[in-house]
């Protein structure tokens, strides 16, 4: 059975470990008494890996999913990120700090990237309101050859597309970054802090 290692990078408390345990598990639990209550589960203080069989195109492949947590002076086990198929860089949608934390740490965490990885520009949280425009999460991706997407825990389909184009992606050791996933919105405005 082959192997895909997919790599989450951000800041702490921007959602790496809900786009983990939605994918692995199929579902966030919801919160026994109100069932109107956001996601509840155990976020990650230190790195985690997660595993997942998926059947892509008739294989079944194995997803290794580390959940980095990217610290405030650029620390974390950086053989991990070399050794990586598939790269997520990922900040919160509706928090400014962690896309501008991202967006100046890309071109570093690129660098540490063996050639041919796949990368994703994820935005997570596009259920809350938002306060970075997809137009500036697109800009940044294009710039490292990225695709961006954006993920919703109310889209759960959208976190599995997610995951599996990704890993098709790097199976396929190509990336048409053009093609898009068809899960974008545009917006004209960029404002850059």
Known sequence: MRTVKIVLVGSKDIGKTALCVAFVCGTLRK???????????????????????????GELVLLRIFDLQLKENGAFDWEIVRQ????????????????V????????????????????????????????????????????????????????????DLFIQSARAALQGEDDVEEGFGMLSVCNVCIIM
Do not use: W
């Open 31 to 57: 919160n026994d008494t109100d069932r109107t209550a956001p996601p509840t589960f155990n976020p990650s203080v230190e790195d985690a890996v997660y595993q997942k069989v998926a059947n892509i195109d």
């Open 84 to 99: 990586a198929d598939v790269v997520f860089l990922t900040y919160a949608s509706n928090s400014i700090s962690t896309y």
């Open 101 to 160: 934390y991202m967006r100046n740490q890309r071109n570093v965490i690129v660098s540490h990237c063996r050639p041919g990885a796949v990368f994703r520009l994820v935005a997570t949280r596009q259920d809350e309101p938002s306060q970075v425009p997809h137009a500036c999460g697109e800009r940044v991706a294009r710039a490292i050859g990225a695709r961006f997407v954006a993920t919703s825990y109310e889209s759960p389909s959208t976190i599995t």
